[in-house]
Every structure is written in structure tokens, then in C-alpha cells.
């Protein structure tokens, strides 16, 4: 019983993984779909979210059966209910990198980025999509101090993202205000891509451990 | 043992029905500050948000208690789970009031809307706090269809969002570029405080009839 149960956890824990490598793919193609107007890319980003809304439900179903059936205990039914928790937040990464490719899509065939922020949208993706990548990892073999390298990798995105704001904002902006409301929105959808990527991280520690790992000063 | 589970289930409902509570003042009077350029109003919801947090965790707290000790099954366990699920979105709920209170402290002693939004942001206000306000009643009491008319509420509220997107973004938009980006930003924070509200009823009406609701065309 207990063996099977320890099975049926590290394949949910590689279901999560699989999970996290999907949302990194997700946010790739939704930054090169940003920054090269690419209409298929964004298609691409916007059909494969539903494969992973189907696997956060596909998550959930697994964790209530492995509840049903074997009533786990104190660890072992922290790690189950954090699967529940992780991949709810994995799922709204998906969702975020579709709000991006989405905004290139809106203004297609024009460039949803002016070319001064071109290199700051792609250091966003790349991080971003990076932090989906490190989760794969912890999740696969989680290890103390993690949750804080992720949390500082985010204040990286949090520096960008205001580089953004103050661009957009300056009174020499020259691109108008849709691209300025526009531009505002998609860069949150980074911030907040990293954002769910560090509480994965947090809970995972946290499941590990035991601990919950202190937040940032 | 049964009925001791079942006045726990009642108890957490209760519970969960508290914090929408909480959600739908938090946005109120967020609405209040943004709408009044009231700092008072505005620290009062950010001081007020670590509550919500709090009841959040306890909410997991109480959920992974049940299940350690009373291996619930079938529907039970449904409920329980959802509970952690609903804690989770309503939490995120009074997020998003304080990211308003936020805006508005942030422009103080400035008004962060502008004379001609100010209904259409008054409007938000009032619908959302009501769709948490539904909440309370749809989870100590839930009854099929209640998710189709908190699905149609929200449809005036992306109405709302839509409606205030195309004003910031219009040729004759008088008040430049930061005002038009924080309210880009404000608008959405009305529309994804109504789309967790929807979750929330969604799961509801999920426990209660088994049948996952249909979404609107």
C-alpha cells in the first residue's frame, strides 16, 4: 500500500514537472510571438493552454483518488494537497504566457514592443521562462535554499518590469497611449508569471522541509 | 465521528463564508479610496489583507486536519478539497482590492480617476463587492444556476473593463500616459477580482450538484 502510494507521489511529482516544462515552452513562444509579431507562435501559445488547464485538472483528480484511497498522513498528505495547490499555480503560468501572445496577436501584423524595449521584453522571457525551467528541477528533487534563489531571480523581473513602467510612463514616450496601456499589461504578465513560479517554489520547500522558508527582507 | 466531520464541513464553510465577507469589504473600500483619494481608507485595506492571508492558511490548516483525521471520501473529500481551493481564490480576492488601495495611495493627495471614469469605476466597485457579497450566500447555501448569474455579472464587468480600456486608449484621452497605465492596470484588477469570484462559484456549484457547470457561449 505505502509503496504504491510513494509511486503514485513520484508520478505526480513528474506530472508537476511535466507540467512546469510546458508552461516554460509556454512563455518561449509567447515572448518570441511578442517580439517577432509572430501570428503562428501566438496560435501555438493559445492552443496549448488548454493542455495544461486539462492537466491541473487531470492533477487534482490524481491527488483525490490518491486521498480516497489511501488516506495518507501528516507528510505524505502535505505533499499531496501542495501537488493540488502547485499545479493550480503552474496552470495560471500557462494562462499568463496566453494574455502575452494574445496582446501580440491584438496587434498583429504591427510590433506590440517598440524597438527600445525589445531587449527588455526578451530578458523578461528568458528569465521568466528560465524560473518555469528551475521548478522542474526542485520539483523533481527539492532542495533547501531554493525558494530563496527563485525569490531573488524574481527581484530581477520586479527591476525590469519597473524599468518598463518608467519607460512607458517618461514624458518623452513617443509610441502613444495604447502601446503604453498595452506594454503596462503585458509586462505585469511577466512579473506575475514569476510571481506564481516563486510561491511553487515556496510551497515545494516548504513540503520538503517542513519549514516555511522566510520571505525576502 | 460523521457527524463531528459534518459540523466541521459546516464550520468551514462558514469559515469561507467569512472571508468573502472580508473580500467584499476590502474592495469597497478600496473602491472608496481610489474614488476619494482617501489614504485613511487605503492603509485600512492594506493592513486589513494580512488577515485574509491568515485566513487562508488557517482555512489549509483546518482542511489538511479534517483529512488527517477523518479520511473523508467521495463527495466529503470533494468538499474539503474545494474548500482549499476557494480559500485560495478568495485570498487572491482581497489581493487584487489591496493592489487598488495601492493605486490609490500611490498618486495621493492626486485622484487616481478622472472626473469622467468616475462612475464606470464606482460601478466596478459596487459590482464586484456584490458578486463577493453572492459568494457568502452561494457557499453557506449553494443551489444550481448560481454560477450562470455570477457568470453573467461578470459580463457587465468586462463590459466595464472593455468600456474603460477604450476611453485611456482613445485619441482625445486629456491625461496622458501614467494615468492612462495605472488605470490600465486598476480596470483589470476589477476584472480579475470578478473572474475569481466566478471560480469560486463555479466550485461551488461543482460540490453541491457533482456536474461541473457549463460555461457561458
Redesign the interface.
Known sequence: MRETFHCELNELRAFLGAMCTRAATAMRHATEALLGADLVRAEQVLSADAELDQARDEC?ER??QM??LQ?P??SD??LV?SA??CA?RIERMGDLAEHIASAARRVHPAHAVPPELRDTFAELGKITAGMADELVVLITAPRPGSYRELDETDHLVDDLHAEV?RE??SDS?PHG??T??SL??VT?FYERFADQAVSVAKRVEFVSTGVTPAHRP
Chains 1, 2 share one sequence.
Open positions: 487534482e491527488a483525490r486521498l480516497a488516506a498522513k501528516a498528505l502535505r494537497l493540488v495547490y493550480d513602467l512607458i510612463t514616450w497611449v495604447p503604453a496601456t503596462a499589461l505585469r
